[in-house]
């Protein structure tokens, strides 16, 4: 048998696997991407005309409370310090997001704020962070209006048009990965370390992939490859698609960006504002915010969730719920009988992954191997 490692994906899955192999074990990797470009989804560029950054595949802000991670990557790349503070649009108005003390009092009267503020605090604490579908169970008149209202307005017609389905009908932890925060903080996520690779993600996977034993080959499907015989093979791609989808297709949800240069400075306030309720976008990012970049024009993104379709689009979310887990765990178990064969990443592990986790997931791999 070869004594080289295949690795099939160069997002951030991949290349974590990729550079601990070459590195620590100082074996010969082979990596492969079907895409023209290493960085998986979190794939950035610079736009020629304006000179901006661009998120093509949706924004992506690294936040983790993982020293091990933080430090890991920081070998790659220095870091724009960076805090996620985005808007909803809601009744017309662009109010702080995630919903927080700031949003109450920017919605209802001081009166009202006052009341609504004084039993959360007394319900839950402050700093406390409550899933909608939780709040929603509290019994008290006014909290239960306040639940109400912001699963009406943040979040009912989001997930219905991110999922096409309701936040009932989806695993509860998606939706809790955007709490009511009882709180004044008004950044997205609170992890310790936060940022934006100063020079872009593609720029720092490029680097962690820059070795002596790693061979990149890009454009090229793992099913094209003629060569099969490897040491191990680490796949992040999608686990149904590698085995022909034998026992049928892992759901997934899919994304459309319109992108568009505009001839003016800014277009919003903030990176990030989500229209919960109103068209048929989820959310419209500007990019130039990431990376505090100048130009006299802009671009942003404009976010349309689709349905993933075979040959159309390109999987971004699988979609965790009982049934799904079940059929994945079936193409998991026919994976064991390949103990060299390692399924990791955001698809191959059908997991809903932000990067940290896809990284601190490699590492742990890494570690597990013999
Ligand atoms: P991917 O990045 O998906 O890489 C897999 C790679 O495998 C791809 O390049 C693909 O082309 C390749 N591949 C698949 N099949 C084959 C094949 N058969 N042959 C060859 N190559 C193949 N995370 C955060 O931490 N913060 C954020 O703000 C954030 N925002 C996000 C926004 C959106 C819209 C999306 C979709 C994701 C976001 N994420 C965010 C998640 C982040 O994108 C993932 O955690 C990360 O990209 C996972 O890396 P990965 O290497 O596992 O997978
Ligand atoms: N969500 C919502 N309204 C919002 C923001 C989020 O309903 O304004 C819900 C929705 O179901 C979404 C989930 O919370 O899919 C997770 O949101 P997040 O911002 O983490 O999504 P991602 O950035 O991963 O697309």
């Not at 690795?7 to 601990?20: C, S």
């Not at 006052?114 to 039993?119: F, Q, T, W």
């Not at 936060?194 to 990149?216: A, R, V």
């Not at 689709?306 to 059929?327: C, D, M, T, V």
Request: proline share 4%; aromatic share 16%.
């Amino acid at each position: 048998m070869e004594n080289k490692n295949l690795v099939v994906g160069a997002g951030f899955t991949g290349a974590v696997i990729a550079r601990k192999i070459a590195e620590e074990l100082d074996e010969k990797v082979l990596l492969i991407d079907r895409r023209n470009c290493a960085a998986g989804n979190s794939y950035d560029y610079k736009d020629k005309e304006t000179g901006i950054s661009v998120h093509k595949y949706g924004p992506h802000i690294f936040h983790t409370n993982n020293k091990e991670v933080w430090d890991y990557l920081s070998r790659f790349t220095k870091w724009h310090y960076f805090f996620l503070k985005p808007n909803a649009v809601i009744e017309g108005e662009k109010v702080t997001l995630p919903f927080n003390l700031t949003t109450i009092r920017e919605l209802f009267s001081p009166k009202m704020a006052d009341r609504l503020e004084e039993k959360l605090i007394s319900n839950y604490g402050y700093g406390i962070k409550v899933p909608i579908l939780k709040l929603k169970e509290n019994e008290d008149e006014d909290l239960k209006f306040l639940a109400e209202y912001i699963y009406e307005n943040v979040f009912k017609n989001y997930t219905t048009k991110q999922w096409g389905l309701k936040p009932e009908e989806i695993d509860p932890t998606v939706t809790a990965r955007v709490p009511v925060y009882i709180s004044h903080d008004n950044r997205y996520f609170q992890d310790k370390y936060q940022g934006i690779p100063l020079n872009g993600y593609t720029k720092l996977i490029e680097k962690m992939i820059d070795h002596k034993n790693i061979e990149l080959k890009l454009g090229v499907d793992y099913k094209e490859l003629k060569e099969k015989d490897f040491k191990r093979i680490f796949y992040t791609g999608a686990i149904d698609e590698f085995f022909d989808y034998k026992y049928g297709e892992l759901p997934y949800r899919s994304l459309r960006f319109d992108v568009r240069t505009l001839h003016k400075e800014f277009y919003q306030k903030t990176v990030v504002t989500n229209y919960p309720n109103n068209y048929d976008f989820t959310r419209i990012t500007e990019h130039k915010y990431f990376l505090d970049e100048k130009s006299d024009k802009t671009i942003i993104s404009v976010e349309y969730p689709e349905k993933f379709e075979l040959g159309k689009n390109e999987r971004y979310y699988p979609i965790s719920n009982p049934e799904n887990q079940a059929l994945y765990e079936k193409y998991q178990k026919e994976a064991e009988k390949y103990p060299n064969l390692h399924f990791c990443g955001r698809l191959g592990g059908y997991k809903y992954y932000n990067m940290d986790l896809a990284v601190e997931k490699a590492l742990e791999l890494f570690k597990s191997l013999s």
